[in-house]
């Protein structure tokens, strides 16, 4: 079992700046890779960042340049900064969790960028 847990979303004005946390726990031995996801209402979720075991990232199109993932393997945390906030980044954010057999979402944070 592994379990996330996301903090850090809140309402910010748009150009301005945020910065998600992931803490994981659990059987970490099985991650394989840790991802951030977001929906809008009525909308599919989204990949919007990804980090390999490795370290190897992915960003969707619309926020490279913009939002960066990292992550700290002594606290067991993966942070999304996201710089230059536009409106439609407003969505409810979900970190993942990526074994080989399940799939651990958290419960999500809201992020509301005001115009």
């Known amino acids: 079992q592994v379990q996330v847990v996301e903090s850090g979303g809140g309402l910010v004005q748009a150009g301005g700046s945020l910065r998600l946390s992931c803490a994981a726990s659990?059987?970490?031995?099985?991650?394989?890779?840790m991802g951030w996801y977001r929906q809008a209402p009525g909308k599919q979720r989204e990949m919007v960042a990804t980090i390999t075991r490795g370290g190897s990232t992915d960003y969707a199109d619309s926020v490279k340049g913009r939002f960066t993932i990292s992550r700290d393997n002594a606290k067991n945390t993966v942070y999304l900064q996201m710089n230059s906030l536009k409106p439609e980044d407003t969505c409810v954010y979900y970190c993942?969790?990526?074994?080989?057999?399940?799939?651990?979402w958290g419960q999500g944070t809201q992020v509301t960028v005001s115009s």
């Open positions: 659990g059987s970490l031995f099985r991650v394989n890779v």
């Open positions: 993942l969790a990526v074994t080989i057999t399940v799939n651990y």
